[in-house]
């Protein structure tokens, strides 16, 4: 039994694409896998990316997981649109590639295994927006256009994305597993229990550093430690961004700590604590200020999953799991403050910190400040120019004299703290007007757009890489977009 196969994945071939046609190709990301440089460019391999040719020695294959959604457990799910068309060993170490809306697999329960252009753009941009402010993703390497129509909401253009990460196992995967058949066999000696061969194998080709550990309940334990506090950096990491996942299922959890599945995302524009950036959300479960309890409820969720590979005895069993799941919280604690304090200027830790941020962000959401803009401006903005972002100018005034004796604290020069700022505080987030603007200039067949917002999105940080419409929220007299599950 190998988690390369059977009854983790079955073969699935994809079903043909009529008219293919690249409209993206990631020639960095093409060069870091090792992909032959010759071969990138030609036809024959977007033929490989639609799913009409298969990839050379491979076998395409889709797995099956279970998960939450929005809090109820479904028992299976799996990839239902998603085909693994290759796993590589790369000089930067496991790579697979998998396409997305290459055709129905028998995990599609009726859908049409489909992806449609508008949703496939969304991320691509995001993922690889995402990779350059810095944070944990799978990656897009191509995005194949088409003639096929598809039906949703209205019929939209099909589209296939390849994207590419060192693993898409999921929690959702070793919820599935841990259902089926007794886990406790796998540590008394009887057949090797599929969610422990799973989870042993995750830890040998994506933890390796961890397989020094010769005792296998400690050395799995070790390992969920480390996927916990992954997800908690994570978490950390797009709340300090502003970004909001919208379906932080545990289906949608990457075991490897990578943001995962973008649909519904929405990177905050004016600054809500109680933001909800999926449409079909009416609840607000997964809205910006939940996303951290969430991730801690997903990683509970996963613990319960792989108690039983912990000890054979279950009371041992419990208490390790008990033991581990506070990582999340302090891994959470220490990296957001971290990059909240990196996002003022800051590098040492001091007692009122939290505060100081929490005094801002409280100032934002009353003067509805648009989140990524005002951050930047803390950087680029003399303070005159800042005051007049809020609308409580005095409470303002107060705020920024506690922040600059607090950066006096520091004793850093103003160009220091300026250019500190400037590296923790993107100019450039992808915003929904902006991906909808590239999107529907993409349906007519103009790419210009779409690639002039990638190239924005890949240097974020940068002051003057991209135009400054990049940079800007969307014009007030613009309706919010709303963005859903549907896609
Ligand atoms: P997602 O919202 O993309 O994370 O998908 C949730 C689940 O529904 C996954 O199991 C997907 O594979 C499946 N799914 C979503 N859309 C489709 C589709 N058009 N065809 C087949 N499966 C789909
Ligand atoms: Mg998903």
Known sequence: MTPLG???????????LPQPQRLLGNDVLAAELGLDAAAWPRAEMTERLAGNQPWPGQLAQASVYAGHQFGSYTRQLGDGRALLIARLDTPAGPAELQLKGAGPTPFARGLDGRAVLRSSIREYLASEAMHALGVPTTRALALIGSSLLVQR????????LCRVAPSFLRFGHFEYWARAGDVADDLTGGAPHPLGVLADHVIARHFAHLADIADVHERRTAWLTEVIERQARLMAMWQTLGFCHGVLNTDNCSILGLTLDYG????MERFRSHHVCNHSDTEGRYR???QPAIGAWNCARLLDACVGLLDPRPDAATERAQAIQPAYQRAYNATVLTRWRAKLG??????????????LLTLMQRSRCDFTQTWRALADNAPAELRRRFAEPAAFDAWHRLWQQRLAAEG???PVWRARLRAANPRVVLRNHLAQQAIEAAEHGELGELQA???ALQRPFDADAAEARFARPAPPEQA???ISCSS
């Open 153 to 160: 909401e209205r019929a939209e253009t099909a589209a296939v």
């Open 288 to 290: 910006y200020e939940a």
């Open 412 to 414: 850093v020069a103003e």
């Open 480 to 482: 919010p977009l709303e």
């Open 264 to 267: 519904p995302y929405g990177f």
């Open 346 to 359: 800051l590098q040492e830790a001091r007692e009122a910190d939290a505060d100081l941020v929490l005094q």
């Open 6 to 16: 059977p009854p983790f994945s079955v073969p699935v071939a994809a079903t043909p």
């Open 453 to 455: 917002l990638l190239r």
